[in-house]
């Protein structure tokens, strides 16, 4: 049982290149999401995805793009890698419980990818 | 805009003492709240969770929830060298709110 699985691990960028970060997901999670993490800030919400053919814009949007390939893959995509975007990438998957309360499970993350813009 | 709030700490506690952790969130409409371990250089792992106001005790750990006062805390008892690593607080909302808001983490050091 893999969880959620994260391509690459480790990625160096040249200024002004594009890649593309994979992720995807066997637990057949309905909400997925890609967070960035940098030292003293923390997690922070780059676009979210709440079920399959939406994506939404998180806290820092600018310069990626999403796709919600299906149920089971999220991608992010640089298009013009910029030093400001070096950072660990994380991808993570949840789900909404049924019933009354509609709470919801925890996310469940990737490994994370370590993207070094230079 | 919804924030969660966390001392960053370093919080240093001897091996065995008990860590407490705390945790302030702005949205009072706010229903699941979780704790994450995350070790360095690695990603966060679910420690625990906790949806009702009370405690939620789980072996070493118990998390505490006051919904009046929008806090929620993580009691560590006989911390181990092992349970060094940043503990982050998440929080959502109730129905179609599906995003966890995270806070930037308490980052935990226990000495021998």
């Known amino acids: 049982n893999a969880g959620v699985t994260q391509t690459p691990k480790f990625q160096v960028l040249k200024t002004g290149q594009s890649m593309t970060l994979q992720c995807a997901q066997d637990?057949?999670?309905?909400?997925m999401y890609w967070y960035r993490q940098d030292p003293g800030m923390g997690l922070r919400l780059i676009y979210y995805?709440?079920?399959?053919?939406?994506?939404d814009k998180g806290e820092v949007p600018n310069g990626y793009n999403v796709s919600r390939l299906n149920k089971r893959e999220f991608s992010l995509r640089l298009e013009s890698a910029a030093p400001s975007q070096t950072s660990v990438y994380f991808c993570?998957?949840?789900?909404?419980?049924?019933?009354?309360?509609?709470?919801?499970?925890?996310?469940?993350f990737g490994q994370g990818t370590r993207l070094t813009v230079v | 805009q919804k924030e969660v709030e966390q001392n960053s700490g370093p919080l240093s506690v001897p091996e065995g003492a008990i860590a407490s952790l705390n945790c302030t969130y702005s949205?009072?409409?706010?229903?699941?709240f979780f704790w994450y371990r995350q070790y360095s250089g690695k990603s966060p792992e679910l420690i625990m969770s906790?949806?009702?106001?009370g405690d939620k005790e789980d072996g070493r750990f118990t998390a505490q929830l006051n919904k009046a006062s929008q806090y929620v805390s993580l009691l560590i008892r006989d911390s181990q060298p092992s349970d060094s690593a940043t503990y982050l607080c998440?929080?959502?909302?109730?129905?179609?709110?599906?995003?966890?808001?995270f806070g930037r983490g308490t980052s935990l050091i226990v000495h021998p």
């Open positions: 906790i949806y009702s106001n």
């Open positions: 993570a998957s949840s789900e909404r419980l049924q019933g009354p309360s509609s709470m919801n499970t925890e996310a469940f």
């Open positions: 637990m057949n999670h309905n909400s």
């Open positions: 995805s709440a079920s399959e053919g939406t994506t």
């Open positions: 998440a929080v959502k909302g109730p129905g179609g709110s599906y995003i966890p808001t």
């Open positions: 949205d009072r409409v706010s229903q699941s």
